[in-house]
Protein backbone atom coordinates (compact mmCIF):
# COMPACT_ATOMS: atom_id res chain seq x y z
CA UNK A 1 0.00 0.00 0.00
CA UNK A 2 3.02 2.20 1.29
CA UNK A 3 4.59 1.72 -2.47
CA UNK A 4 1.30 2.03 -4.42
CA UNK A 5 0.86 5.72 -2.86
CA UNK A 6 4.53 5.89 -3.27
CA UNK A 7 4.49 6.17 -7.21
CA UNK A 8 1.34 7.86 -7.33
CA UNK A 9 2.95 10.89 -5.62
CA UNK A 10 6.12 10.70 -7.43
CA UNK A 11 4.30 10.52 -10.81
CA UNK A 12 2.17 13.61 -9.38
CA UNK A 13 5.19 15.99 -9.05
CA UNK A 14 6.98 14.83 -11.73
CA UNK A 15 4.08 16.04 -14.12
CA UNK A 16 4.62 19.70 -12.35
CA UNK A 17 7.37 21.06 -14.63
CA UNK A 18 7.81 23.84 -12.40
CA UNK A 19 8.65 21.78 -10.02
CA UNK A 20 10.46 19.81 -11.32
CA UNK A 21 12.97 22.98 -12.39
CA UNK A 22 12.89 23.92 -9.09
CA UNK A 23 13.87 21.20 -7.38
CA UNK A 24 16.66 19.96 -9.65
CA UNK A 25 17.70 22.63 -11.55
CA UNK A 26 18.01 25.79 -9.44
CA UNK A 27 20.85 24.73 -6.93
CA UNK A 28 22.83 23.14 -9.87
CA UNK A 29 22.65 26.91 -11.57
CA UNK A 30 23.23 28.88 -8.05
CA UNK A 31 26.69 26.69 -8.17
CA UNK A 32 27.14 27.27 -11.09
CA UNK A 33 26.93 31.15 -10.74
CA UNK A 34 28.20 31.85 -6.92
CA UNK A 35 30.26 29.34 -5.99
CA UNK A 36 32.09 27.42 -8.69
CA UNK A 37 35.01 30.12 -9.14
CA UNK A 38 35.49 29.49 -5.77
CA UNK A 39 36.66 25.34 -6.25
CA UNK A 40 39.76 26.17 -7.14
CA UNK A 41 41.14 23.22 -5.56
CA UNK A 42 39.75 19.64 -5.50
CA UNK A 43 39.16 19.93 -1.41
CA UNK A 44 36.97 23.44 -1.81
CA UNK A 45 34.82 21.96 -4.73
CA UNK A 46 33.87 18.73 -2.39
CA UNK A 47 33.20 21.06 0.44
CA UNK A 48 31.14 23.24 -1.69
CA UNK A 49 29.56 19.87 -3.34
CA UNK A 50 28.84 18.89 -0.07
CA UNK A 51 27.68 22.43 1.15
CA UNK A 52 24.90 22.70 -1.81
CA UNK A 53 24.04 18.92 -1.72
CA UNK A 54 22.61 19.48 2.22
CA UNK A 55 21.17 22.99 0.80
CA UNK A 56 19.30 21.96 -1.66
CA UNK A 57 18.27 18.52 0.30
CA UNK A 58 17.03 20.69 3.39
CA UNK A 59 15.24 23.33 0.73
CA UNK A 60 13.15 19.93 -0.75
CA UNK A 61 12.33 18.47 2.57
CA UNK A 62 11.94 21.25 4.48
CA UNK A 63 10.39 24.02 2.88
CA UNK A 64 8.95 22.83 -0.43
CA UNK A 65 7.72 19.49 1.17
CA UNK A 66 6.08 21.40 4.02
CA UNK A 67 4.14 24.01 2.06
CA UNK A 68 3.05 20.97 -0.12
CA UNK A 69 1.27 19.30 2.38
CA UNK A 70 -0.39 22.23 3.54
CA UNK A 71 -1.66 22.87 0.21
CA UNK A 72 -2.31 19.22 -0.38
CA UNK A 73 -4.38 19.61 2.90
CA UNK A 74 -6.75 22.04 1.64
CA UNK A 75 -7.45 20.02 -1.75
CA UNK A 76 -10.72 17.99 -2.32
CA UNK A 77 -8.19 15.06 -3.17
CA UNK A 78 -7.20 15.16 0.12
CA UNK A 79 -10.73 14.81 1.31
CA UNK A 80 -11.58 11.82 -1.25
CA UNK A 81 -8.06 10.18 0.37
CA UNK A 82 -9.60 10.29 4.04
CA UNK A 83 -12.22 8.22 2.85
CA UNK A 84 -10.38 5.37 1.58
CA UNK A 85 -9.85 2.45 4.08
CA UNK A 86 -6.01 2.27 4.73
CA UNK A 87 -4.22 3.78 7.53
CA UNK A 88 -3.31 7.21 7.98
CA UNK A 89 0.37 6.71 8.01
CA UNK A 90 0.46 5.42 5.13
CA UNK A 91 -0.26 8.31 3.53
CA UNK A 92 2.19 10.09 5.47
CA UNK A 93 5.65 7.06 5.30
CA UNK A 94 4.55 7.34 1.44
CA UNK A 95 4.68 11.27 1.58
CA UNK A 96 8.37 11.27 3.46
CA UNK A 97 9.81 8.51 0.69
CA UNK A 98 8.47 10.84 -2.21
CA UNK A 99 10.05 13.88 -0.59
CA UNK A 100 13.40 12.15 0.32
CA UNK A 101 13.66 10.78 -3.47
CA UNK A 102 13.51 13.91 -4.63
CA UNK A 103 16.14 15.75 -2.42
CA UNK A 104 18.43 13.18 -3.62
CA UNK A 105 17.87 13.06 -7.21
CA UNK A 106 18.54 17.11 -6.32
CA UNK A 107 21.52 16.51 -4.73
CA UNK A 108 22.80 14.23 -7.80
CA UNK A 109 22.25 17.11 -9.76
CA UNK A 110 24.79 19.30 -7.74
CA UNK A 111 27.00 16.17 -7.36
CA UNK A 112 27.01 15.56 -11.52
CA UNK A 113 27.53 19.24 -12.38
CA UNK A 114 30.39 19.83 -9.54
CA UNK A 115 32.50 16.54 -10.58
CA UNK A 116 31.79 17.80 -14.18
CA UNK A 117 33.17 21.66 -13.74
CA UNK A 118 35.71 21.27 -11.03
CA UNK A 119 38.38 18.57 -10.24
CA UNK A 120 36.46 17.86 -7.25
CA UNK A 121 37.87 13.68 -6.51
CA UNK A 122 34.92 11.37 -6.38
CA UNK A 123 34.74 7.78 -5.83
CA UNK A 124 32.38 4.38 -5.20
CA UNK A 125 33.30 5.43 -1.86
CA UNK A 126 32.18 9.07 -1.54
CA UNK A 127 28.95 8.31 -3.21
CA UNK A 128 27.51 5.43 -0.82
CA UNK A 129 28.58 7.36 2.13
CA UNK A 130 27.28 10.99 0.50
CA UNK A 131 23.97 9.37 -0.09
CA UNK A 132 23.46 7.94 3.28
CA UNK A 133 24.28 11.15 5.33
CA UNK A 134 21.67 12.70 2.89
CA UNK A 135 18.80 10.44 3.36
CA UNK A 136 19.08 9.86 6.78
CA UNK A 137 20.23 13.46 7.84
CA UNK A 138 17.57 14.56 6.18
CA UNK A 139 14.61 12.68 7.93
CA UNK A 140 14.44 15.14 10.81
CA UNK A 141 13.85 17.74 8.10
CA UNK A 142 11.30 15.79 6.14
CA UNK A 143 9.31 15.72 9.55
CA UNK A 144 9.33 18.84 10.05
CA UNK A 145 8.04 19.90 7.30
CA UNK A 146 5.56 17.74 7.91
CA UNK A 147 4.91 18.62 10.73
CA UNK A 148 4.47 22.47 9.68
CA UNK A 149 2.35 21.38 6.45
CA UNK A 150 0.10 19.83 9.18
CA UNK A 151 -0.57 22.54 11.29
CA UNK A 152 -0.37 25.69 8.87
CA UNK A 153 -2.78 27.01 6.21
CA UNK A 154 -2.53 26.96 2.09
CA UNK A 155 -2.31 30.84 2.50
CA UNK A 156 -0.23 30.79 5.43
CA UNK A 157 1.86 27.90 4.87
CA UNK A 158 5.20 29.60 2.82
CA UNK A 159 6.09 32.65 4.57
CA UNK A 160 5.92 30.46 7.83
CA UNK A 161 8.22 27.45 6.27
CA UNK A 162 10.49 29.98 4.51
CA UNK A 163 10.45 31.71 8.42
CA UNK A 164 11.65 28.37 9.52
CA UNK A 165 14.42 27.55 6.61
CA UNK A 166 16.02 30.32 5.97
CA UNK A 167 16.58 31.35 10.22
CA UNK A 168 17.41 27.45 10.20
CA UNK A 169 19.81 27.44 8.00
CA UNK A 170 21.45 31.13 8.23
CA UNK A 171 21.75 29.89 12.18
CA UNK A 172 23.73 26.25 11.17
CA UNK A 173 25.94 27.42 9.11
CA UNK A 174 24.92 26.27 5.46
CA UNK A 175 25.40 29.46 4.01
CA UNK A 176 28.44 31.05 5.81
CA UNK A 177 30.58 28.64 7.77
CA UNK A 178 29.53 28.85 11.52
CA UNK A 179 32.52 30.65 13.10
CA UNK A 180 31.71 33.76 10.71
CA UNK A 181 28.76 33.97 12.22
CA UNK A 182 27.66 36.13 15.80
CA UNK A 183 28.86 35.36 18.86
CA UNK A 184 25.00 34.56 19.88
CA UNK A 185 24.79 32.39 17.08
CA UNK A 186 27.80 30.65 17.78
CA UNK A 187 26.80 30.20 21.13
CA UNK A 188 23.32 28.00 19.94
CA UNK A 189 24.97 26.62 16.40
CA UNK A 190 25.41 23.14 18.41
CA UNK A 191 22.06 22.97 19.46
CA UNK A 192 20.37 23.06 15.59
CA UNK A 193 19.98 19.97 13.64
CA UNK A 194 21.09 21.85 10.83
CA UNK A 195 25.03 22.58 11.71
CA UNK A 196 25.17 18.41 12.86
CA UNK A 197 23.39 17.82 9.38
CA UNK A 198 25.91 19.47 7.61
CA UNK A 199 28.87 18.01 9.46
CA UNK A 200 28.23 14.53 8.66
CA UNK A 201 27.61 15.43 4.62
CA UNK A 202 30.71 17.01 4.69
CA UNK A 203 32.53 13.97 6.27
CA UNK A 204 31.55 11.96 3.67
CA UNK A 205 33.60 13.70 1.23
CA UNK A 206 36.72 15.22 3.06
CA UNK A 207 37.65 11.99 4.67
CA UNK A 208 37.07 13.00 8.53
CA UNK A 209 36.02 10.56 10.95
CA UNK A 210 32.52 9.43 11.08
CA UNK A 211 30.71 12.20 13.62
CA UNK A 212 28.83 10.08 16.13
CA UNK A 213 27.66 12.89 18.33
CA UNK A 214 25.98 14.35 15.09
CA UNK A 215 24.60 11.48 13.78
CA UNK A 216 22.95 10.91 17.33
CA UNK A 217 22.01 14.28 17.88
CA UNK A 218 20.14 14.69 14.47
CA UNK A 219 18.46 10.49 15.40
CA UNK A 220 17.08 11.86 18.64
CA UNK A 221 15.87 15.13 16.57
CA UNK A 222 14.20 12.34 14.17
CA UNK A 223 12.42 10.48 17.18
CA UNK A 224 10.89 13.78 18.92
CA UNK A 225 9.67 15.23 15.77
CA UNK A 226 7.94 11.57 14.59
CA UNK A 227 6.34 12.05 17.95
CA UNK A 228 5.11 15.59 17.43
CA UNK A 229 3.49 14.18 13.88
CA UNK A 230 1.55 11.24 15.65
CA UNK A 231 0.04 13.44 18.00
CA UNK A 232 -0.56 15.66 15.11
CA UNK A 233 -1.65 12.89 13.17
CA UNK A 234 -4.03 11.37 15.71
CA UNK A 235 -5.76 15.16 16.73
CA UNK A 236 -6.65 15.49 12.60
CA UNK A 237 -8.20 11.99 13.18
CA UNK A 238 -10.59 12.95 15.99
CA UNK A 239 -11.37 16.32 14.28
CA UNK A 240 -12.32 14.80 11.12
CA UNK A 241 -14.93 12.13 13.22
Not at 41 to 52: D, I, N, P, R, V
Not at 73 to 98: C, D, E, G
Not at 135 to 157: H, Y
Not at 206 to 230: C, H, K, Y
Amino acid sequence: MIWNHFKFNLMQYLRQPSYMVSTMIFPAIFFLMFAKENAKTAEMAQFLMGSFCRLCCTQCLFLQFGVGVAQERSSQWNSFIKTLPFHRYVSIASKVLTALTFALLAAWVVVAIVVYTTEAAWNLNHFIKLNVALIFGGVPFCLMGLTLGMITTENSALPICNLFYLSLSFAGGLWIPPNALAQSIQDVVEYLPTYHYGIWVRSTLLNESFPTDSVRFLALTAVAMIGIVAYLSQRQARQNN
